[in-house]
């Protein structure tokens, strides 16, 4: 039953600006996690352990995600709000710090230490972010019932993980690098505490101006129902056709861009050789999703989410094709790196950014249909856990993304350069001294891994994902009975 009949405030622009600010919380500690593996190898010198520790840190990612999604689900306290936005309050005092606990920056630390050190940063970090992001992705359903306003909500998150990511990618490129084109490692932690308190006041804003509209007491795991069981609901998961077809998008999104994320910076020091354009590259090249997000309202109420979804996929494929081949026609191997190489760059992200666009402004409306899916064929909602593993194998993604770009550029080449001292301390990679081949071949390598993120977009979002224009109005108008039938 929808508590508007309770006179709240009616849905409208202050919700989409306050969820957009949650977001943009988020990703103010999330953006960094993209310099993380250029810190730890390039300053920190644990380029032969990076990519074996952040794959180990997905185990706790295994156990963090889920158990604290059920344990949201699971707590029947009366908050004074809402117990969402209390989960999120408390997950984002942690980040002040959290964040900045995974760039201490002590590169003469023995290396056992500076092992210790990043698991340690990490965990913690992993922690408080989970507990704030996890409630906040819940969110979504239970701000409104109504299709176009959920397509709303999830256009103005896109709109603030974009800014989330776009002032650090703009800004720190100038701050965090030294002339030399190295990273500055004590200014990168630096950084990563000054955005947690950014992160802060924007979740504080969105705590503040959030109106929970959607009355699921009676779809939840409370009176009527069996005690909750976390394992059962992992499996009511996997049968959520949307739930997986949705992460499987995700994952594949995050897998390529991640992975062409670390390679990208990479790419930008040696091949571009200029790091700091890198960011302002990156912004332009979001152009697209600004154009777009101010349509994905009409456009999902006239063709649907999924619809539009699947043609953002093929757009981020033709993207990722263009980047690959257009140079093996335009720029000999021998003249690479000039300004139309660059040029073909950016024609190529614009493209791509085009197909995100359409893609992100509807794809968490598209996680809040899955966990309506979910009530619809077992009587229970279960948000904290349908989100919880849906941002789980995000965060596998994010993790093996930059893992395996590390692993493929290692046999390319990329690795620590400098010999351990007699404390068998490793010092930065000196990135002057890695090969023009090696640049070249990076190039290509960026453009196949945004391939690969297309292709897996375009398989979870066109042939598993189940809830097209026709089924989802199906579902909506059953759910509604449902809850009118209940009180």
Not at 121 to 129: E, L
Request: a positive charge; hydrophobic letters at 50%.
């Amino acid at each position: 039953m929808s508590t508007t009949e309770k006179k709240l405030r009616p849905f409208g622009m202050r919700d989409c600006l306050a969820y957009a600010a949650g977001d943009l919380g988020c990703n103010m500690s999330f953006a960094l996690k993209s310099t993380m593996a250029l810190f730890w190898t390039q300053v920190m010198g644990l380029s032969a352990w990076y990519s074996l520790l952040i794959i180990i840190l997905q185990v706790w990612d295994a156990i963090n995600d889920p158990l604290i999604g059920s344990i949201v689900d699971s707590d029947k306290h009366q908050y004074k709000r809402n117990k969402f936005l209390q989960y999120i309050w408390a997950g984002s005092i942690g980040l002040i710090v959290g964040g900045a606990c995974c760039f201490l920056p002590f590169p003469g630390a023995p290396t056992w230490a500076k092992i210790i050190i990043f698991m340690a940063g990490y965990v913690i970090w992993d922690a408080f972010y989970t507990v704030a992001n996890v409630p906040y992705g819940s969110l979504l359903s239970l701000i409104s019932d109504k299709p176009a306003d959920r397509a709303s909500l999830s256009a103005w998150r896109s709109i603030g993980s974009m800014v989330g990511n776009m002032l650090p990618m703009v800004i720190l490129p100038f701050l965090i690098y030294n002339e030399d084109k190295s990273l500055n490692g004590p200014m990168v932690f630096v950084a990563a505490l000054v955005m947690g308190v950014i992160g802060f006041i924007c979740f504080q804003f969105m705590i503040k101006n959030t109106v929970v509209r959607v009355d699921t007491t009676n779809a939840t795991t409370g009176e009527g129902f069996e005690k909750f069981n976390v394992i059962k609901a992992m499996t009511n998961f996997l049968k959520n056709r949307p739930a997986v077809g949705a992460t499987l998008a995700a994952m594949g999104m995050f897998i390529g861009m991640q992975a062409a994320t670390t390679a990208v910076t990479v790419t930008f020091q040696i091949y571009f050789q200029n790091p700091q354009i890198s960011g302002l590259v990156s912004m332009f090249a979001m152009l697209p999703i600004v154009i777009f997000t101010p349509l994905a309202r009409k456009m999902v109420t006239k063709y649907g989410k999924k619809e539009l979804s699947i043609v953002g996929s093929i757009c981020y494929i033709v993207g990722g094709l263009f980047l690959f081949a257009a140079p093996l026609g335009l720029i000999p191997v021998s003249q690479g790196n000039t300004g139309l190489d660059l040029i073909i760059y950016i024609v190529a992200q614009l493209v791509m950014s085009l197909g995100m666009g359409i893609y992100s402004t509807v794809s968490w409306a598209m996680m809040g249909d899955a966990i309506d899916y979910n009530e619809w064929k077992t009587g229970k909602r279960e948000e904290g856990t349908v989100y919880s593993l849906h941002s789980f194998f995000r965060k596998l993604a994010q993790g093996v993304g930059p893992a395996l770009a590390l692993t493929i550029m290692q046999t390319m080449g990329y690795i620590n350069n400098s010999k351990p001292d007699a404390n068998g301390v490793f010092t930065a990679i000196d990135v002057s001294l890695l090969s023009w081949e090696f640049a070249l071949d990076l190039r290509m390598l960026v453009a196949v891994l945004y391939m690969v993120a297309g292709v897996m977009m375009f398989i979870g979002l066109g042939l598993v994902y189940n809830l097209d224009k026709k089924t989802l109005n199906k579902m909506n108008d059953e759910l509604a009975i449902r809850r009118a039938a209940k009180g």
